[in-house]
């Protein structure tokens, strides 16, 4: 074999090798204390910023935890959910159900503090990630440890929003597909599915159960009655403004009573109804609607680092924004 072929046959052989690891490395990159030699105190000045908003305004939380799920679910927790549109380019940000997104400005200024300290060096990816577990355990949620690494994406496709973040009115085979292509589980479903334990819904994210179900002016035999009555008192048809607690008189706690809820047929959206409509499931539910001793936060911190490194770029990929809000 001439030096040439061999060269390439080995540099083939090399390539076989390394493909598999640049295409499933990535996730596996991120890594606890990521930031410990090059911005020691970054989890502690997010923590205090993050602290400075929830300790004022508790209700914050919620959208912040959300984001995270938005940020992950469309081209992975690469910050894309953060950038702006531009003059050629319609962003993640101007998507219909982006209206309820709020905590922008919170992301900011915990990025102004960050930078402040060790500019150009923690991903605004990262710092949805840990305001989202600061602010869940800062209402007497569960903790856990962040694996960091995370790096910026240059790219924000408003389109994208509708293909890849399951809509209020999924059934359980959308909810399980759309689930099992970011890797996740179908437990990971029933579970992360519980951080409706906290915030607040629009009224069309589910008044067609109240009002036109099937186009005859029904219900939707799968809700609570009794609840229907309550909720169409505060949802008049054709309402999208008027916002209605997810888990009522406890919607600023993070408890495991949002599985009560569901198992008494009183989950606010579809999707949450869908949970009783598969075996594994529907057995999630009843366990933590009926049992003592949750499992509920333990594995909710599970399936939150699972979810927070679907898709995520490490390495050389993207960049470390400067503004969240900008490519650089
Ligand atoms: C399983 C599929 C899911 C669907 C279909 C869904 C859908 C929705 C919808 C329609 C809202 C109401 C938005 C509004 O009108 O203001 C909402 C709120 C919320 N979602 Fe989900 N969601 C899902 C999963 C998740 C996951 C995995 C998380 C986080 C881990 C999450 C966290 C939240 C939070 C915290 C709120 C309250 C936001 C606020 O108070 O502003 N959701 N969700
Ligand atoms: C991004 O867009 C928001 C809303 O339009 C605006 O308030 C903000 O100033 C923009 N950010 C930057 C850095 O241009
Ligand atoms: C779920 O929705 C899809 C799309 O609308 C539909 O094709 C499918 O039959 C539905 N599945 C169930 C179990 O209702
Ligand atoms: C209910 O839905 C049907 C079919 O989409 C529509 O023709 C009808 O006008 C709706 N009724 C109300 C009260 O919105
Ligand atoms: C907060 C935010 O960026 N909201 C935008 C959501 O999308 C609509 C358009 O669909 C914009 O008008 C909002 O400014």
């Known amino acids: 074999m001439a030096t040439g072929q061999k060269l390439l046959s080995f540099l083939s052989f090399q390539l076989i090798l390394l493909l598999p690891v640049l295409d499933h490395g990535n996730a596996q990159d991120l890594k606890l204390g990521y930031y410990q030699k090059t911005c020691p105190n970054a989890e502690s000045i997010i923590w205090k910023a993050?602290?400075?908003?929830?300790?004022?305004?508790?209700?914050?939380?919620?959208?912040?935890l959300r984001m995270h799920f938005h940020d992950c679910f469309v081209r992975g927790c690469d910050g894309s959910v953060l950038l702006n549109s531009t003059k050629t380019n319609q962003a993640e940000k101007d998507a219909i159900p982006n209206r309820s997104l709020r905590g922008y400005n919170v992301i900011d200024a915990v990025k102004s503090a960050v930078e402040e300290a060790c500019p150009g060096v923690v991903s605004c990816a990262d710092i949805i990630a840990l305001v989202a577990r600061d602010s869940v355990s800062m209402i007497h949620g569960p903790y856990w440890e962040v694996p960091l690494g995370?790096?910026?994406?240059?790219?924000?496709?408003l389109n994208e929003v509708f293909s890849e973040l399951p809509a209020p009115f999924a059934n359980i085979t959308?909810?399980?597909?759309?689930?099992?292509?970011?890797?996740?589980?179908?437990?990971?479903?029933?579970?992360?599915?519980?951080?409706?334990?906290?915030?607040?819904?629009?009224?069309?994210?589910?008044?067609?159960?109240?009002?036109?179900?099937?186009?005859?002016?029904?219900?939707?035999?799968?809700?609570?009655?009794?609840?229907?009555v309550k909720l169409k008192q505060k949802c008049k048809p054709g309402d999208t403004t008027t916002?209605?607690?997810?888990?009522?008189?406890?919607?600023?706690?993070?408890?495991?009573?949002?599985?009560?809820?569901?198992?008494?047929?009183?989950?606010?959206?579809?999707?949450?109804?869908?949970?009783?409509?598969?075996?594994?499931?529907?057995?999630?539910?009843?366990?933590?609607?009926?049992?003592?001793?949750?499992?509920?936060?333990?594995?909710?911190?599970?399936?939150?680092?699972?979810?927070?490194?679907?898709?995520?770029?490490?390495?050389?990929?993207?960049?470390?924004?400067?503004?969240?809000?900008?490519?650089?």
Request: aromatic fraction near 8%.
């Open 174 to 228: 959308q909810l399980k597909q759309m689930f099992a292509a970011k890797g996740l589980s179908v437990k990971d479903l029933a579970v992360l599915s519980g951080a409706h334990t906290i915030g607040t819904s629009h009224c069309n994210g589910f008044s067609n159960r109240l009002y036109n179900f099937t186009g005859k002016g029904d219900t939707d035999p799968s809700l609570d009655p009794n609840y229907i």
């Open 50 to 64: 993050t602290y400075r908003v929830i300790s004022r305004a508790p209700t914050l939380a919620a959208p912040l």
């Open 243 to 328: 916002l209605v607690e997810m888990d009522p008189g406890s919607f600023r706690t993070f408890d495991e009573d949002y599985f009560t809820l569901v198992a008494k047929r009183r989950g606010l959206f579809q999707s949450d109804a869908a949970l009783l409509d598969d075996a594994e499931t529907k057995a999630y539910v009843i366990l933590e609607a009926s049992t003592h001793v949750s499992t509920f936060a333990k594995d909710f911190a599970e399936s939150m680092v699972k979810m927070g490194k679907v898709g995520a770029l490490t390495g050389e990929q993207g960049e470390i924004r400067k503004h969240c809000a900008l490519v650089n």
């Open 150 to 157: 995370r790096r910026d994406g240059r790219v924000s496709i």
